[in-house]
């Protein structure tokens, strides 16, 4: 969530303002609670039960173990709650118990 990239073609690097707000608001968030946002993201994205895998790239042996470092770290519960009461999720969305 730290990169300058954003979708593809010429306009690339043209992030839209309100992509650019939320992820300043994910981090304040992340901040607050002691969460790495990459860890956050990596277990947001394997929590809806009907997920049966997460395929996630790695270029080196040090992003697989940062990923499964990210895949056993705990989670505080109020970090989703705060997620869901300042709108950033999805009020419905399957979080990590």
Known sequence: MGSPRY????????????FLEKRKRLREVASNHGVDLRTAALQFSAAPDIAAALVVGA?????????????????PVQFWAELKTQNLIEQNAPVPA
């Open 59 to 75: 270029s080196s042996e040090q992003q697989i173990l940062a990923d499964y470092t990210s895949m056993q770290t705990r989670i």
């Open 7 to 18: 979708n593809s073609g010429k306009e690339a690097y043209e992030i839209p303002p309100a």
